[in-house]
């Protein structure tokens, strides 16, 4: 079972920028896609981003396409999240997911966005952004 650890959430004003980090450890990361969600207070949790296992394809849900970019470092078995351009909507925990059985395609964005579509999570870091 691969462990994902979250880090670089902080407080941020508006208009800013931040990095999410995600390093996996005891289980294989190149073979499987990755994505991250984030949980807002009295929210339910959201799909923001993905890439497919060897990065060359992306999906965003609309409220943070053209501001958010996720990549990933399959030899530091790291995904990222850089965020741009920051809004206090975007405030929540954000956490990283593994793909719960590889495709080793592009399953298409419904897929990406489905959380049952992931089999392993993180515990999440804070990222809150003041106005």
């Known amino acids: 079972q691969v462990q994902l650890v979250e880090s670089g959430g902080r407080l941020v004003q508006a208009g800013g920028s931040l990095r999410l980090s995600c390093a996996a450890s005891g289980g294989s990361f190149r073979d499987y896609a990755m994505g991250w969600f984030r949980q807002a207070p009295g929210k339910e949790r959201e799909f923001v981003a993905a890439?497919?296992?060897?990065?060359?394809?992306?999906h965003y849900a609309d409220s943070v396409k053209g501001r958010f970019t996720i990549s990933r470092d399959n030899a530091k078995s790291t995904v990222y999240l850089e965020m741009d351009s920051l809004k206090p909507e975007d405030t929540a925990v954000y956490y990283c997911?593994?793909?719960?059985?590889?495709?080793?395609?592009?399953?298409?964005?419904?897929?990406?966005?489905?959380?049952?579509?992931?089999?392993?999570w993180g515990q999440g870091t804070q990222v809150t952004v003041s106005s």
């Open positions: 997911a593994q793909e719960r059985h590889p495709i080793q395609f592009d399953g298409g964005s419904n897929y990406y966005a489905n959380g049952a579509t992931y089999g392993s």
């Open positions: 890439v497919t296992w060897l990065g060359g394809r992306t």
